[in-house]
Every structure is written in structure tokens, then in C-alpha cells.
């Protein structure tokens, strides 16, 4: 029994060591933690979250604007789809007015006073009408009509583009196209079908048939390109005005 409280006597010293040791222990981690580079580190730890937050707000910013620039792109792409059917129309209507010189496919028909059979009409009788034997307005007014409704998309004659309020008509010894006075040889250029528009001019009661018959020198070329001008005069409206739309 004296054995054991002898014992306990240094082992008690050791227990109370041991205590003091180990609240300095604890003092002094808890003072590392307190310690200036503990605070730097804790510092930098909340300057990367920060710049991890920040990055996240940056690459949803981002995704943004790509959807913006989607967005911006597509209507774009709509916008110049539009612009170009619009322009696609545009560019029919100013062909159909004749505004625009056009090529394609057609004929060209030439024609000139008879003054071989006008000389020999004269020599059988000098009472002869000059007239009959002269390329009149009548005559390409007849040709243009029937060319038109052969299938012809553009007619010039002499280079004068014809379109809708084109004058084609006698003036002395001219006749007068677009204002221009012009004399012959006359020669009328259709873009269509080639074959349609020789078949139609070639028909039996045709004005073509009528001068070729009364031995007027007149012939049909068929052409594989030709080139038609633009209309060169221009559009005066005086009474007609858009219609107001409801």
C-alpha cells in the first residue's frame, strides 16, 4: 500500500506537467492562428473566391451576348433575305417598265421601203402612189402587237426601247418612237422564244407576211443573245395618282 502512494506522487508531477504542456500547445496554435501569415492566407482565400465569383459572372455575361449576337446574326440573315427578294422584285418591275436593258434569246426583224417595186410601178404608171411603197407607223404598230402577243418580254425598234406609253407614229417622212424621229431601214429586236415569235410573224394574215408578200425586203434573223436597251424617255403622270388605300 506505501508502495502505490509512492507511486502516485510522481506521476501525479507528470500529469500536472503534461497539462501545462499541453494548454501551451493550444495557446500557441490558437496564436498561429492569430499569426500574420494565417491572416495573409485567409486573405488570398477570400480574394479567389471573389475572383471565382467574378469569373462566373463574366462567363454567364458572356453566354449572354453570344445569345444577343445569335439573335443579331439571325435577323440579320432574315433582314438580307428580304432585302434580296425585295431587291429580286424591284429589279422584275424596272425590267417590265423597261428601265433596265435586258439580254436573252429572240429575233430581229428588218425592214425597208420597197423602192425596187416602187421604181417599176412608176415606170408602168407614173400616177403611182409613193405611199404604198413606204414602211409606214401602221405597219411596225402591227408587228410589235403581234410580237407582244407571240410572247415577247422586251421590243426595241431601232434601239428605241417600246414599252407602255410609247408614240409610234407618222411624222413627215420619219416616223417617230419615243420622241425620236427615225428613218429606215427599221429593225425590231424581241426577246421570247425565237421559234414562237418567227412562227407568229410567218402566219398567213400577219403584217410581216403582208410586206414580204408585196415584195418589201424584209427578213427574220433568230439570235441566240440579244441585247435590248433601257427605255431612255420618261414617265409623266399628270392625272393618274397612287390609289389611297382604305
Known sequence: MRFFKNWQLPLAFVLFFTGIMLMLALHAVHGEADSPTQQKNKKLITMVQQQEEELE??????????????????????????????????DKLLILSGLYPVQGEGISVHLDDNTKGKELAIQKNPDTRIEDFLIHDKHLLYIVYELR??????????????????????????????????????????????????????????????????????????????????????????????????
Open 149 to 246: 402577243a407571240a410572247g415577247a418580254e422586251a421590243i426595241s425598234i431601232n434601239n428605241q426601247r417600246v414599252i407602255g406609253p410609247t408614240d409610234i407614229r407618222c411624222v413627215g417622212t420619219t416616223i417617230q418612237v419615243n420622241a425620236e424621229r427615225l428613218g429606215p431601214p427599221f429593225i425590231i429586236k424581241a426577246i421570247g422564244d425565237p421559234d414562237n415569235l418567227t412562227r407568229a410573224l410567218e402566219t398567213e394574215r400577219s403584217q410581216y407576211n403582208i410586206l414580204k408578200m408585196s415584195g418589201f425586203p424584209v427578213k427574220i434573223e433568230k439570235h441566240n443573245n440579244l441585247v435590248i436597251d433601257s427605255y431612255k424617255g420618261s414617265y409623266q403622270f399628270t392625272h393618274a395618282q397612287p390609289k389611297e388605300e382604305e
Open 57 to 90: 459572372q463574366l462567363k454567364k455575361s458572356l453566354h449572354d451576348k453570344r445569345e444577343s449576337l445569335n439573335k443579331y446574326q439571325k435577323s440579320l440573315s432574315e433582314g438580307k433575305l428580304e432585302t434580296e427578294k425585295l431587291q429580286y422584285e424591284l
